[in-house]
Each structure stands twice: as structure tokens, then as C-alpha cells.
């Protein structure tokens, strides 16, 4: 009877819309003669759709069914109708597998092992497995075949209902792994077993064991995997040790021959030993005693982290154990090898280098966000941690994230997402293989593929309904192959991981009397007092603790390494008492980076940043950000600062908020400087000064970058202090435009962290606003801006200093333009033009700066140059200053700004070049003294090597007054007579503990040299 067209498209529409690819195929399957009996049962239409790939499923079905004979054709259509169970099973597994779908054609009884669906069939184990192989082996079912092919039909009955459950997520991923490492092992037992029987002499002469290793030992297998091994036999019965090897290595081949061997009913999986050592090219067997001396002696990185996952599978369980026991201990003490972090970072990369380039994209297992990031990563955490916690010894990857998380050595966050990345890219890997069961890790090409493998995943994974499988599949691949990477990078490569593995094991756990003499060791002062904060932050079992216990063996190195370790450890129990409860901060010091290291450096180096942190602890988040610590810009500083100015309730809450802006970018500023001494984190770089560190970095680019930072952050502040003052009084719009000049180091871009802000305040009346009210508004927003800055602060204050103006002290603290002009044209003394040279707007409106820096520039940088009067009298009152200004008592040769070759010394020097010569040379008219001292050098004004000094000394004098100040915590313009801090000075300049003498010999020598050109060019000499 011919089916109408239309009834036909109805029947294709049904097909397709239940997943079929091939309708008119499955059509002509459904109408087999064979499924008669059941090609009406909607519930069979509905199962196969259900299944990953319906067309596969139904091929399937109808091969066995049509192998099977009349009698159990019955029993099992029959059977497939009314028990779901086995409907599920049975479809789900050939819409999965072609390649178990060819093995139940081949083997049409073995179905039967899908109808059991009770609780013991759920998590069979080792025991369960064995048994059905022996049945398969010994039973009725092995008769008439040769031993080695009834178990590997009894191996593929099992790998079926290991299927079963999994397609029907009956068992996750981990669970199917346990299961097939499982099945492994009692595959191994079985094949040790044929071994046996045919060689009895050999298994009477010696004891064998078979160490499951990889992802056997591990207990997280894939369906068709290389199953690695290892074996060590020892004598029996009297055997001599070397026939005992030879005896145990004939058993041993032969027992890989029979897993690895194709026969026409296939084969199980290669056995690999080749984790033995010395490899392919070692014995394949040893006695317990060579391994021992192998390991001892000779053996690499990589095989202690292969025998992280090393397990007793098959043969002698005692000597198995005994291996075990002997070589545990070996395995926790890799990480202490030298290099031993680097050189699993470095097989790591050797791996993905070793992918052909056509592949990289396609690698599920070795690839970039593969598996073996995921794995690499927690073995290597495993290594270095486990040394000391017993808890992180487990075999298998989820099982050591867990414990790794538990512990707080990985944040949970982090765990969860490598754990959910590790379980899709397994059940990924696991559906590929299912397939044709073959070895690949390679994700296919082909739509068909992908399509299969999406809808078998949307069921894994629960995809909602009507999800694309292609599209969602590809999504989902990408997203945590991103995680795996991302999170391999973080915990892979952090240095914290390097610090804590170059620990000796007894640094890690120490009896306080232990501890207290190895803090004593390591310089602590109060190793008492030392102790007592070590009490205080690591007892107790709650996760912080746990962390803590991580973190500081490590910081305490760290704090060693400066001047005042002591202060370093007091400075970081106040900051975690101060975040304790902040979810972010201990997980920053152990994942992010550099950022615990940098912590302990900041902390240890003097009060002025530990001050700052502590009133702001919040910002310890910089020091993990690898731009955290990039000085902002001025124009990002006066958003934030003119935003929070315009939200504050009046004007002593709006300079609080900039208070607060200005603390924070102190700490940038301070902690950027503090690192660049002591280098960035894991980093090293060549010196050439005796005494220094290899880590001492370019001084004069930090005295630069530390002068521009804070010139800018107080700019930023005298603004948002002016703006606070206008809205006060005035609202938006103040009657005079107000400018504020900076002067001095403000103007000059060269400020310390304890630098006043020397200032000149320019008004000019606004259109309609007569002269008289100008000058009223003006005094009066002067007047409160130095209020507002002056308010009492535990900050380092801002002071403004308005001293430069004209008539000093005597004089009005704000004129206007006019009245500058007046007074420049008829009163102007030579030292006036020389403080100008340093003059340049900082805040206010920018066209009235703008317009008194045009009315200055005639008197700063003279037409025709400096007379010789002009000249002679610079030269007086620089001698003047020197005699009178130097306080009393003080050593000329250490002052780093009145002494011998000091800050004055160079910067009048520059000053009086820039007078005389700026007039012809547009490169000497800038207000920063380094600046205009290369200019100088480039004109021909001074030699190259007379700059040279010049410049050397102005920075080294720049750098120790820094110092000064973040070691104090107040500003100084001599070194420190207390030798704690002197010693500090010394670290922050480079010089190693112990080379105090020679900071001072160089200070003394570069300055003097100094002196000597500042002789010849300012005096004339």
C-alpha cells in the first residue's frame, strides 16, 4: 500500500521534530519487519529521541535486535516496552556509541547486563567488577574462547553498564571515572591472573605488584586511555633477586600483552610503563630497594608529581604498600628540590609548545584551558602544600581541589569554577571517546559530531529546552576552557606558590621555642613580642587561620629582608585586624600576584605608608592590581577630587573627602616607590654599585615619578580646597577669577612626600565687579583655602606657604594681575626672578595662569641674559644662605639640601644658567631642574660629564630626603642618627644590611664631586 504524500510529511515532521537527522532513513528502520512489535509504542519514538544521536540509537537497535534470536527476540522487545529502565539504558548507550552498539550486535545476550537497576548496580566498585569478569572468564559464557578474548568480552559487558548509568546520569563524571579506573584495576588482576595460570613457575619464583599510576592511580580514567603502570617484584621461596626480575618481568609482559594485544575481539587498552624509571630504556621491573635507590638519586621533577597519583592495583597488595610507604615520603619532599616550582611551570609550557599548530584550538586535555591546566595546577599546590598538610594528599584532581579549598590554600570561588571547568571538559572528553571508543582528546569537526555530542551534553549538563546543542556546546566549551586558563595562569604561576616551596619543611610548622629562635635568626628584635602577633593571626581552625598559616612563613622571610622586621609583622597584624572580616583581602595576598610580597615590602620599610594604610586599609587592593600601583593622572585626580567636593555637605566635609583622595594616592605613590627599590615581586636586575642589591632599580626614573605624583596629587587638592572655599561663600561663580601659581618645588614637578606647597595667589575682577570687591572675594577664598589645608590631621599635612610673594611676609597674600605687574616692573629684586623660574599654575582659572606666567617670563629669563651685577649678587646671597641658613650642629658634607653638593648647590647652579642663557635657549625655560640641566648639557653650557655629576647628586640627595620621610614618617633633610632607620634608608637606596658605611662614603663622594662643578660653574672658580 503506498503512504499518501501527505501522510508521509507528516511522519518525516514527527521524526524530525523528535531529533532525527535523517527522517526518510529512520522511516524505512521504524517499518524493519523486526520492530514490528513495538514501531507503534509512542514511548519507544519518545526514548530514542531522548537519546544523543536518535538516528545512531535506532541503527543500533534494529542490529540487535535482528542478531538476536526468535526466542529472546520476544523477551527483549518486550522487555523494552514495559521497563523504562532498560529502554533508557539500552537507547541511551547506542545513540552514544557506535562502537558498543557494534559489540551488542556481536554479542546480542550481553543487553541483559542493562536490566539490573537496583542500589548495588548504581556504584559498583573493584569487587563487583572482578567478579563479573571471572564469570565472563571462568563461566559459561568464556567457554569455547581462549582466556584473554573472554575477558575482553567480559571487559566490554562492563564498560557498557558503566555507559548505561552515565548517559543516563545515573553516575557523574567523577563517579564513571572511580568506576572505569575501577574496572581497570580488576582488568589488570585478571590479566596478572592468565598470566599466572600460563606461567606458574614464574609466579611461585617472585612476589609482583603492579602500582596503578596517571589517571588509573588516580581513580579518574578515561573510557579509552593508556592504563600506566609501574612494577616492583621481590623474591620468593629462595628465588635469587635476579631470577625473581626475570621471573617477574615474564608475568609482566605478559599481562600487558593480554590487555594490549588486538585479537577479533578487539582489545582492552595499551598497558603503559613508561613512568618506570629511566623510562622505556630502564628494566621494565625492579625490586623495591632499586626503585628507592632510582628515586634517591637520580630521578627528575616530573616523576615525583607522576607519583602523586600512585596506587596498588594488582598483584602482591604488600609489597605494593610497602612501595607506597617508601616512596610517600620522596614525593613530599620534591618541592623542596631546587627549581622545583620553575620546572613544573616549565614542563607545562613544554607540553603546549609540543602540540602541533593545527590542533591547538581543538586540544580538550593538553591544550591552553585543557585538562592538564586544571590537573598541573592542582598537582602542583598539592607538592608544595602537601609537605606540611596531610589533608592535601589525595590521588584524584576533585578530591584535592576540594581538600586545597577546604583549607583556604585556593579560594572557593576558584575551586568551584576549576571544578565545574574540569568536570565539563572530562564528560566532554569521556562523550568523544564513547563514540568509537578510541584515544582522542582532540574536539571534532564534524556538525554530526558536534551535534551528538551537544545533545548528549544538554542532558549532562541540563541545558534548558530548546537550546541549539551546536551553538550551546561551542559556547559552553569556550567559557570554561577560559576559566581553566585563566584560573591555571592565577594559581600556576603566582610567586607566592615559588616563596612557600622554597621553604625548609620545618619552617612551615614550628614549636614556639623553635620559632622563636628562628624568628631570633632571622633578625627579629622581640621575637617574644614576634611570637604573640604569630598567635594571634594563624591559632584557631576558622579559614582566615587557615590562610594565615599559608601566608606567613613566607612574610616573614620577606619582612626579614628589611631594615625593621619587627615593624613589618606589628604593621601587617593591624592591617588584617583592620580587614579581618573583609572577604577580599586575605585571598588577595594568596591569589593575586605579587601582592602579598609587595605588602610585606610597604610594611616593613618605614612608618609613612603603614600609617597611610592603616588609616586607609582599603587600599591594600592596589597592590594586588598590576596597575594598581601606575600613578593617576592630574585630570583623573581632579574629577575624583572636584566630584567629591560638590557632593560634601559644606566645606570641612568636602576637604575631608579630599583628605581622603589624597591619603589614598599617597599610598599609590609611597608603595610604588617602596616596591621599585626593592624590585617588583619574583624580579631581579643588575647593579653596579659595591654593597647594592640586584634589585635596586632606576633611581633617577622613581625620584622623577614620585616627584610628579605628588606635585600633582597636592595640585589636586589645593583645587579641590578652592573649590570647597568658593562654594562656601559664593556658590559656582567667586566675583574675581582666582589662580593659584605654584612656586618652588610645587611649581618645579619635584615635590616630596613632607614638601610644603609654596604658592602665589593672582585674582583679576570678573566683568561688571569693581576692583575693591575683587580683591575682598579674593583675600577671603586665600584666607579659607589655607584654613581648609591647615585643619588638624594625622595625615602628612599640606601646607601652603604664600612667602614668595611680593613684599614677603610684609606683603598682601593675594594681588592682582595688575598689581604683580606694578610691582615687577618698579620693585622686582634678582632673587624674585630667580624664584619665578619656578613658577607655574597649579589650580584656579587656567587663562589668568596663563596670562601671569606671559607677564613673568621677560624677568625670569632675561633679555640679553644677566648682567654682572645681577650675576654677583646671586653668587652673594648664595654664600649668605650657606653661612647662615645651615642649621647648627649640622654635617655639611650630609645636608642633603644646604650641604656640600646638595639640592641648593645644583639647583642654583641650574638657576643661574637658565637666567643667563634662557633668553637664546627655549630648552632651559622650564621649571624642573633635571630637565633644564640636560638642556644645558645639549647647549653646550656644561659637559656631559659635568651634568652627569650634577644630575647624580641631585637625585641621590632627592632620594635620600624620600627616604627620610617614608622611614620617619616625617620630613628630614638629614640621614637618621637611629641605626634602625639609617639602616632603612639604606635598604630603600639599595644597599644591603650591613653596608651603612657605604651609603654614606658614596653620598659623600658623589656630592663632593658635585661641589667641585658647582665651584667652576656658579662661583666661577
Not at 90 to 109: F, K, Q, T
Request: with cysteine; charged share 25%; hydrophobic share 40%.
Amino acid at each position: 500500500m503506498t503512504v499518501p504524500d501527505g501522510r508521509r510529511r507528516s511522519s518525516y515532521s514527527r521524526l524530525l521534530r523528535h531529533g532525527f537527522s535523517d527522517a526518510a532513513g529512520a522511516e524505512r528502520l521504524l517499518d524493519t519487519p523486526v520492530l514490528a512489535p513495538v514501531r507503534s509504542d509512542p514511548l519507544l519514538l519518545d526514548a530514542l529521541g531522548a537519546t544523543a544521536d536518535p538516528d545512531l540509537a535506532l541503527q543500533g537497535l534494529v542490529r540487535l535486535v535482528e542478531a538476536t534470536g526468535t526466542a529472546e527476540r520476544q523477551t527483549l522487545l518486550d522487555t523494552l516496552v514495559t521497563a523504562k529502565p532498560l529502554r533508557d539504558r539500552l537507547l541511551g548507550v547506542l545513540g552514544a556509541s557506535e562502537a558498543l552498539g557494534d559489540h551488542l550486535a556481536r554479542h546480542p545476550g550481553d543487553w541483559h547486563a542493562l536490566v539490573t537497576y537496583e542500589p548495588a548496580d548504581l556504584n559498583p566498585a573493584t569487587p563487583e567488577f572482578e567478579k563479573a569478569l571471572t564469570e565472563g572468564v571462568r563461566g559459561e559464557r568464556g567457554a569455547g574462547m581462549a582466556p584473554a578474548d573472554a575477558l575482553r568480552a567480559a571487559y566490554r559487558r562492563c564498560l557498557l553498564t558503566i555507559a548505561a548509568r552515565d548517559v543516563c546520569g545515573t553516575s557523574d563524571v567523577a563517579q564513571t571515572a572511580a568506576e572505569l579506573a575501577d574496572l581497570a584495576t580488576a582488568t589488570l588482576r585478571a590479566a596478572l591472573d592468565i598470566a599466572a595460570e600460563e606461567h606458574p613457575e614464574d609466579a611461585a619464583a617472585c612476589r609482583l605488584s603492579v602500582i596503578g599510576m596517571g589517571k588509573c592511580g588516580g581513580r579518574e580514567l578515561n573510557y579509552v586511555s593508556d592504563v600506566d603502570v609501574i612494577f616492583v617484584a621481590e623474591p620468593r621461596g629462595g628465588t635469587t633477586e635476579g631470577a625473581a626480575v626475570q621471573a617477574a618481568t615474564r608475568l609482566a609482559s605478559r599481562m600487558m600483552r593480554v590487555c594490549s594485544d588486538v585479537t577479533p575481539e578487539g582489545t582492552i587498552w595499551p598497558v603503559d610503563a613508561n613512568l618506570r624509571p629511566e623510562g622505556r630504556n630502564g628494566p621494565l621491573v625492579r625490586t623495591l630497594s632499586s626503585h628507592l635507590a632510582y628515586y634517591q638519586r637520580w630521578a627528575k621533577t616530573w616523576e615525583f608529581q607522576a607519583l602523586l597519583k600512585a596506587r596498588p592495583v594488582a598483584g602482591d597488595a604488600a609489597l605494593g604498600q610497602e612501595y607506597l610507604d617508601a616512596v610517600s615520603p620522596l614525593v613530599w619532599q620534591a618541592a623542596e628540590r631546587e627549581n622545583f616550582v620553575a620546572d613544573v611551570q616549565q614542563m607545562r609550557r613544554r607540553v603546549i609548545a609540543s602540540i602541533p599548530a593545527g590542533q591547538v584550538d581543538r586540544e580538550l586535555k593538553l591544550g591552553p584551558g585543557g585538562l592538564r591546566d586544571v590537573e598541573f595546577a592542582v598537582q602542583l599546590l598539592q607538592l608544595v602544600h602537601g609537605r606540611s598538610d596531610a589533608t592535601l594528599r589525595g590521588s584524584g584532581t576533585l578530591d584535592a581541589l576540594t581538600a586545597l579549598a577546604a583549607g583556604g590554600y585556593v579560594g572557593r570561588s576558584d575551586a568551584a569554577a576549576l571544578d565545574a571547568a574540569y568536570r565539563f571538559l572530562r564528560t566532554l572528553e569521556h562523550h568523544i571517546q564513547l563514540y568509537r571508543l578510541r584515544r582522542t582528546h582532540l574536539m571534532p569537526e564534524d556538525e554530526t559530531d558536534r551535534r551528538r555530542l551537544g545533545r548528549s551534553l544538554a542532558r549532562a549538563f541540563q541545558w534548558p529546552p530548546g537550546t541549539e546543542p551546536v551553538a550551546e556546546l561551542a559556547k559552553a566549551w569556550k567559557k570554561h576552557a577560559r576559566e581553566a586558563r585563566r584560573l591555571h595562569e592565577k594559581l600556576f604561576y603566582r610567586p607566592l606558590l615559588d616563596a612557600v616551596a622554597q621553604l625548609e619543611p620545618g619552617e612551615i610548622r614550628l614549636s614556639a621555642k623553635a620559632a622563636g629562635h628562628r624568628l631570633e635568626a632571622l633578625g627579629y628584635a622581640d621575637p617574644a613580642a614576634a611570637l604573640r602577633h604569630l598567635e594571634a593571626l594563624a591559632s584557631g581552625v576558622s579559614r582566615k587561620a587557615a590562610i594565615q598559616r599559608t601566608l606567613l612563613p613566607v612574610l616573614l622571610g620577606w619582612f626579614a629582608d628589611s631594615a625593621d622586621p619587627d615593624a613589618g609583622l606589628l604593621n601587617f597584624h593591624k592591617v588584617s585586624d583592620a580587614l579581618g572580616r573583609t572577604p577580599w583581602y586575605l585571598r588577595l595576598l594568596r591569589d593575586e600576584g605579587a601582592a602579598a610580597e609587595n605588602l610585606a615590602r610597604v610594611l616593613s620599610a618605614g612608618r609613612l605608608a603603614p600609617d597611610l594604610l592603616l588609616r586607609a586599609p582599603e587600599a591594600v587592593a592596589l597592590l594586588g592590581d598590576p596597575e594598581g600601583l601606575r600613578p593617576r593622572s592630574r585630570e583623573a585626580l581632579d574629577q575624583e577630587v572636584l566630584s567629591a567636593v560638590g557632593r560634601a555637605e559644606g566645606a570641612e566635609a568636602a576637604i575631608v573627602a579630599v583628605r581622603g583622595v589624597r591619603r589614598r594616592e599617597l599610598f599609590r605613590t609611597a608603595a610604588s616607590d617602596i616596591i621599585g627599590a626593592y624590585g617588583p615581586a619574583g624580579s631581579g636586575n643588575g647593579t653596579s654599585l659595591p654593597g647594592r642589591t640586584p634589585e635596586i632599580k632606576d633611581t633617577h626614573h622613581r625620584v622623577d615619578a614620585v616627584g610628579g605624583a605628588v606635585s600633582d596629587l597636592n595640585a589636586a587638592a589645593v583645587a579641590g580646597a578652592l573649590r570647597a572655599a568658593v562654594r562656601a561663600e559664593w556658590g559656582d561663580t567667586l566675583p574675581a577669577r582666582f589662580a593659584v601659581i605654584g612656586m618652588g618645588r610645587f611649581g618645579g614637578h619635584e615635590q616630596g612626600y613632607g614638601s610644603d606647597a609654596d604658592v602665589l595667589f593672582v585674582h583679576e575682577p570678573r566683568e561688571g565687579v569693581g576692583d575693591e570687591e575683587a580683591a575682598r572675594a579674593a583675600f577671603a577664598v586665600a584666607t579659607e583655602m589655607r584654613r581648609l589645608l591647615q585643619l588638624p590631621t594625622t595625615d602628612p599635612p599640606l601646607i601652603v606657604d604664600a612667602d614668595l610673594r611680593p613684599e614677603g611676609k610684609s606683603g598682601p597674600i593675594v594681588r592682582s594681575l595688575a598689581s604683580y605687574a606694578a610691582y615687577y616692573r618698579r620693585w622686582s629684586l634678582v632673587w624674585e626672578s630667580q624664584a619665578l623660574l619656578r613658577a607655574e599654575p597649579v589650580a584656579g582659572d587656567a587663562g589668568l595662569g596663563r596670562r601671569f606666567i606671559e607677564l613673568i617670563d621677560p624677568l625670569r629669563y632675561p633679555a640679553e641674559g644677566l648682567g654682572e651685577d645681577a650675576v654677583r649678587e646671586i653668587r652673594r646671597l648664595k654664600a649668605r644662605m650657606e653661612s647662615e641658613r645651615l642649621p647648627r650642629g649640622a654635617d655639611p658634607t650630609t645636608h642633603t639640601k644646604l650641604g656640600r653638593g646638595g639640592l641648593s648647590d645644583v639647583e642654583w647652579t641650574v638657576q643661574l644658567l637658565q637666567m643667563r642663557h634662557g633668553w637664546a635657549e627655549p630648552g632651559l625655560r622650564t621649571t624642573r631642574t633635571r630637565e633644564a640641566l640636560h638642556a644645558a648639557c645639549a647647549a653646550g653650557l656644561l659637559s656631559a660629564e659635568e651634568a652627569a655629576i650634577l644630575d647624580d647628586a641631585w637625585v641621590l640627595a632627592t632620594s635620600v630626603r624620600n627616604a627620610v620621610m617614608l622611614v620617619r614618617g616625617r620630613a628630614g633633610d638629614t640621614f637618621p642618627s637611629h641605626s634602625r632607620e639609617l639602616a632603612a634608608v639604606g635598604r630603600y637606596l639599595g644597599y644591603e644590611p650591613g653596608h651603612v658605611g657605604e651609603m654614606l662614603d658614596d653620598y659623600r663622594r658623589t656630592t663632593r664631586r658635585a661641589r667641585a662643578v658647582v665651584e667652576e660653574l656658579f662661583y666661577g672658580s
